[in-house]
């Protein structure tokens, strides 16, 4: 089952369970994700990972919401905001601890390492590429970067 998918099933779950808070923050982004499919000149159809990046910058916009409306001393809408975003994060892949993301990008490493790549911070791209394909959504990229420059130049 898609993500997506997922999503669709559990709009009728909602429903049933008379969860508004739920219902209408999936309704939402599945609004959210029809409007990116449809707003190319050809229509496309949104895998997995963009539609987890997708769900990673809504949360990230109820996070900001709810923050702007706690210093406006709006603790009401700020929970709303906050109760939203949990809805959202709660289909997000478990996210990794920086030890997990240092075992990949050192796994990465010496497999480019036993394949006879020299490496150097030019090669960066190289460890990279594999390395965001495994933690994809999972940890944050600029982290995952430094970890990767420290390692090769270290």
Same mark, same amino acid.
Not at 30 to 42: A, M, Q, V
Not at 50 to 75: F, P, S
Not at 79 to 92: G, K, N, Q, S
């Given at each position: ?11 009728v779950?909602h ?7 739920a219902?209408?923050?999936?309704r ?16 496309v159809?949104?895998?997995?990972a ?7 910058k ?13 210093e ?8 709303a905001?906050i109760?939203e !975003?949990? $809805? ?5 892949? &478990? *996210?990794? %601890? ?5 075992? /990949? ?21 190289a ?5 965001? !394909?495994k $933690?994809?959504?999972?940890f944050?990229? &600029? *982290?995952? %970067? ?5 390692? /090769?130049?270290?």
């Amino acid at each position: 089952m898609t993500l997506k998918e997922r999503l669709h099933a559990d709009v009728v779950r909602h429903m049933k369970d008379h969860d508004k808070v739920a219902l209408t923050t999936v309704r939402n982004v599945l609004g959210e994700i029809e409007t990116r499919e449809k707003s190319g000149k050809t229509p496309v159809e949104l895998d997995d990972a963009q539609v987890t990046a997708l769900l990673q910058k809504e949360a990230a916009k109820r996070h900001d919401t709810a923050r702007i409306y706690t210093e406006a001393g709006e603790a009401d809408r700020a929970a709303a905001e906050i109760a939203e !975003a949990e $809805v959202i994060e709660a289909y997000l892949p &478990k *996210a990794l %601890s920086a030890a997990e993301v240092e075992a /990949i990008v050192d796994d990465v490493i010496a497999a480019l390492k036993a394949d006879g790549v020299e490496l150097s911070i030019r090669q960066l791209g190289a460890v990279m590429k594999p390395v965001t !394909a495994k $933690v994809a959504g999972r940890f944050d990229g &600029k *982290a995952v %970067s430094e970890i990767v420059r420290n390692r /090769i130049a270290g």
